[in-house]
């Protein structure tokens, strides 16, 4: 599975944006999907994921009431709204598809898309 995301960028605390990421396959549809995160000299970490469903949603504690999952199968795109972010956001940004273990464990992932958030 080739997933591209695209959409990171530098912004100020408080600020908001939405990561997008479109999948190659045309079993995207079939595909629970996630997004990951590692933050510098961190290691890669979980941060939301949605099932086939497109119903089923799970967060990370740091994601929960600012970022918002969701995904558009008819484009093979999935989405990261993110909302009040705060400079420890600051990581680059993977999406992620075929789960192996709900919800924070994937066998396929792009290649990131950095996001920096300033204080």
């Known amino acids: 599975v080739q997933l591209v995301e695209s959409g990171g960028g530098l912004v100020q605390a408080g600020d908001s944006l939405t990561l997008s990421c479109t999948a190659s396959?045309?079993?995207?549809?079939?595909?629970?999907l996630g997004w990951l995160r590692q933050a510098p000299g961190k290691g890669r970490e979980f941060v939301a994921a949605?099932?086939?469903?497109?119903?089923?949603?799970a967060y990370a504690d740091s994601a929960k009431g600012r970022f918002t999952i969701s995904r558009e199968n008819a484009k093979k795109t999935l989405y990261l709204q993110m909302n009040s972010l705060k400079p420890e956001d600051t990581a680059v940004y993977y999406c992620?598809?075929?789960?192996?273990?709900?919800?924070?464990?994937?066998?396929?992932w792009g290649r990131g898309t950095q996001v920096t958030v300033s204080s």
């Open positions: 396959t045309n079993s995207f549809r079939h595909y629970s």
């Open positions: 992620a598809a075929q789960v192996s273990r709900w919800p924070d464990s994937f066998l396929s």
């Open positions: 949605i099932r086939q469903d497109g119903q089923t949603t």
